[in-house]
């Protein structure tokens, strides 16, 4: 079968075109053209066609990440190319911060509120009432705590303005997806760039938190029909977007795209995605579907 990999490095030494052919030769494939994406920019980016079995791909992205600081996407060759729709995760992908955690800090729960997120984002409990859980701790948190969380801890990751400007600016629709809430996706969509958002409801006495959360609670499978409807509407497939995320909710919308990409995830998303980032930036994601550096549009 027919493949693409896109290898993106921060190391000035990586040569990576050569460790990637050597890669893929090493695992019983066949390397053809490597052709560069970083013809300028801080980062070197390359796309290798070859072909393999696809029983082999598990070992050469073994084989990648042993032999450095490399971020790596391995898909079709027939899926290989620009996306029509990024839908994306809020915390911990495009933003640095798990947004409860640090609501949580306000009251003095951060460490226990933490530790149930964890397990949720790791899949080892279910996130809807994982979340009840951790919003009824929040009962009567003064909103005005929500304004301090989002000014003084609330940053986006780097090259979030990047990815989100440059595919706008070629025609891609952007959708941020968030099992957190409508409070911060709203505020940070704007400031990555994104032209629509969806995330749950924190609800409020016009003065505190109650504790409760709208219903019906936007998870894993609401983000997956997100997904679909977003693409839908663009007349497009779901082979024509791109997912992010970090988390076991972000699974269904990253198995349902056509490049799903594991951002600093965690290990159960990272084994399922085409493209992982845990070295680099988010501008990993426009080397993963073909961009050149000299095509980012700086946000």
Known sequence: MDWVLVAVSSAADARLGELAKNSVSAVGGTPNGWSSLSDTGPLQAGALRF??????????????EAAGPIDAAI????????????ISDMDS???????IDEIADAVGLKAKISEITERAMRGELDFEAALTERVAMLKGLPLDALARTLEERITLNPG??????????HGAATLLVSGGFTYFTSRVAALAGFESHQGNTLIDDGAALTG?????????????????EAA????????DAIAMGDGANDLDMIRASGLGVAYKAKPVVAAEAAGSIRHTDLTAALF??????????RG
């Open 51 to 64: 072909s393999a079995a696809s029983e082999s791909l598990g070992a050469l992205r073994a084989a990648l």
């Open 75 to 86: 898909l079709p060759a027939a899926r290989f190319g620009r996306k029509r729709l990024i």
């Open 93 to 99: 992908t495009i933003i640095g911060q798990e947004c």
């Open 160 to 169: 979030a303005r990047t990815l989100i400007a440059t595919m706008k600016a």
């Open 212 to 228: 409760e959360v709208g219903q019906p609670i936007l998870g894993r499978v609401a983000k997956r029909t997100a997904l679909l």
């Open 232 to 239: 839908a509407s663009l007349g497009a497939a779901a082979e």
């Open 288 to 297: 993963f579907q073909g961009y050149k550096a000299s095509e980012f549009v």
